[in-house]
Nanobody, 125 residues
Framework: QVHLVESGGGLVQAGGSLRLSCGAS????????MAWFRQAPGKEREFVTA????????AYADSVQGRFTVSRDNTKNTVLLQMDNLKPEDTAIYYC??????????????????WGQGTQVTVSS
């Protein structure tokens, strides 16, 4: 079965940086687009970023464009999220998602089927 595990969350001051990791198992990693979503208390889960199965195509929510960078290492079955210039509004539980992808060059913003347990990111002001 597909298993996704996030790590790297923590407490950071506004303007600081964090790097999240998501390790995947139970799937052919190179056949899956990967994404990060986040959910703050009382709010809906929202799209943050996605990356195509080969890493050539990425997509970002407007709220994180220019501050976050997603990448993947297909030799290690890992997707990374570099988060710079963090803001208090970024405080949320961050979830890693996976979606089977028949084609390369597609970074979907919806339709993810598998999820990790999440990692807490807290940005203080």
């Amino acid at each position: 079965q597909v298993h996704l595990v996030e790590s790297g969350g923590g407490l950071v001051q506004a303007g600081g940086s964090l790097r999240l990791s998501c390790g995947a198992s139970g799937l052919t990693f190179t056949s899956y687009a990967m994404a990060w979503f986040r959910q703050a208390p009382g709010k809906e889960r929202e799209f943050v970023t996605a990356i195509s199965r080969g890493g050539a195509k990425t997509a970002y929510a407007d709220s994180v464009q220019g501050r976050f960078t997603v990448s993947r290492d297909n030799t290690k079955n890992t997707v990374l999220l570099q988060m710079d210039n963090l803001k208090p509004e970024d405080t949320a539980i961050y979830y890693c998602g996976a979606q089977y992808s028949y084609l390369s060059g597609i970074a979907p913003t919806r339709g993810y089927d598998y999820w990790g347990q999440g990692t807490q990111v807290t940005v203080s002001s």
